[in-house]
């Protein structure tokens, strides 16, 4: 049987507001449908979430190169040290970079034969995994999820307000 939240963390108060709640609800849940992705990855590719996703913003630009700049944008979890990110992808052999012709101070990210093939490995996993973890919600359902993350999408860069501080 599924718990409650309040029991998923062993909370014996009340939470001060629904609000509260569900923004919890929210980071629970995401924490453990990421879990055994995590695991996934490390043990099938030895990537990190973070690498995964590098690669994969690369593939979708591929064949054109990003900097690490446009990388960092396009990322779903933000990683302060793209750079870091992209020295491990290197040193296996799935990215590389070159400099910019026009301007040498810019240095671009391409996937390699290697990154791709990688991906491609793991392309069945990426898609079964959304309908192993939610495919029960039905597409109803699912339109009506997608729906309110989006509107707490567009609202979640209001806090902090004056009046918050």
């Known amino acids: 049987m ?13 939470f001060d507001s629904k609000e509260e709640e569900v923004v ?11 879990e055994p992705w995590a695991k996934f990855l490390k043990t099938t590719a030895g990537l990190t979430g973070s690498q995964y996703n590098v690669l994969r913003i690369l ?16 990322m779903i979890a933000r990683d302060p040290d793209v750079t870091r990110l992209v020295d ?13 012709q026009r301007d040498r101070r810019v240095v671009e990210v391409g996937i390699t034969a290697a990154g791709l093939a990688v991906l491609a490995k ?10 192993a973890v939610i495919g029960h919600l039905g597409q109803k359902r699912l339109k009506q999820l997608g729906a309110l993350l989006q509107e707490v999408l567009s609202s979640a860069r209001t806090f902090p ?5």
């Open 59 to 74: 593939r979708g630009a591929h064949p054109a190169r990003l900097t690490c700049t446009d990388i960092s944008a396009r």
């Open 122 to 131: 793991l392309d069945p996993a990426v898609k079964a995994f959304p309908k």
């Open 88 to 100: 491990r992808l290197l040193e296996g052999g799935l990215v590389d970079r070159a400099r910019e």
């Open 2 to 14: 599924a718990k409650t939240l309040a029991e998923a963390l062993k909370q014996t108060k009340p």
């Open 24 to 34: 919890l609800a929210l980071q629970h849940t995401a924490a453990r449908i990421i």
């Open 161 to 165: 307000r004056r009046d918050h501080r």
